[in-house]
């Protein structure tokens, strides 16, 4: 099945055919109204670089019209093996249809409503016949039916016609579309985006990320560069300045060999000054009492980390490089 864009919005063409694997671009007036197009040949020229294959409007009151308007545009730049004319259906459309196709020149019979209209489309030798069904199910339409039916017809009868699923309105047209068994569609580049979003693709992905970030990364390479380090003779008043300086919750204390003797949180500080008043800020951080830290070695792989998280439930580990501290671990940088 062919996948289009259906779009006249040049920024999210130029970006949707960067994917690679699209097959062509739908566009039409209204689309080109609707983005306060007034040049409307140079528009056409400019998208006809960039897609693999071109649908456009050829408009004309008369099969003349639409056939002289088709050259007109072929005349100006386009190139025929790489556009495909957009032709409403009608009597005068399908005879347009079979001047241009007698020429080898690429048709698409659209704005399609009923299988007899198709039918006619696929006699006259159209490459593509559009139903459009979001407009049909807004008329109260049973729209697949019809889609069906000319795809059945198209299969029965051998022509040499492929059927578009046009006027998608949501990712649920994409899945009829497909079990149809339609040979083309052309989606809005909202949708296009949602096709391959699911939460759970996304939560498997994540996880992904996350288990081979665990067996992969240093914990040097995840960590913070900032250490944040004060010496035990510093007052709980600098201490907090210092905290509050480095951006952490939490501030190493070294003694005079540069070696760490605790950590102390935020929540050390809510604990002694609920026990002990304001006068506990011109303590030194000699003066209180710490558990050992858990720490890891810089070159240790964040899966040890992580053990040690979930071990002892902390939030922080102590960052050593051959027992010295130098920086922390959050359990966020994981």
Known sequence: MELYLDSADYQEI??????????????????????GVTDVDSLILKLAEIVPVLQVEALG??????????HRQI?????????????????????????????D???????????QQAYMAMHAGANYV??????????????????????????????????????????EHVRN???????????????????????????GTEQFYEHTRLMTVKVKEAMNKINPVV???????????????????????????????GVFTDGDLRRVIQKEGRDVLTKKMAEFNYNKPISIESDELLFKANELFKQYKIDNLLVTEQGKPIGLLDIQDI
């Open 105 to 115: 020149i690429m048709v698409n019979v659209h704005l399609v409503y009923t299988l």
């Open 14 to 35: 130029e970006k949707a055919f960067q994917l690679g694997f699209l097959d062509g671009l739908t566009t039409t007036p209204t689309f080109m109204h609707r983005h």
């Open 61 to 70: 009151r008369t099969a003349e019209e639409i056939y002289k308007e088709a």
């Open 231 to 261: 010496s035990a003779d510093t007052t709980l008043q600098d201490a907090i300045i210092s905290m509050s300086e480095y951006g952490f919750g939490c501030i190493i204390i070294t003694n005079g060999s540069d070696e760490a003797i």
């Open 177 to 203: 579309a497909i079990n149809i068994g339609v040979h083309n569609i052309t989606v809005p580049y909202k949708i296009l985006r949602q096709m391959s979003e699911n939460n759970f693709t996304k939560l």
């Open 130 to 171: 559009c139903p459009l069904v979001g407009r049909l199910q807004d008329q109260g339409h049973d729209a697949l039916a019809l889609v069906e039916q000319c795809v059945d017809a198209v299969n029965y009868y051998g022509y040499d016609t492929k059927i578009m699923f046009s006027s998608v309105r949501n990712i």
């Open 75 to 103: 005349d100006m730049g386009l190139d025929p093996k790489r556009s495909v004319f957009k032709i409403p259906i009608s009597l005068e459309g399908v005879k347009a249809c079979k001047m241009l196709r007698n020429e």
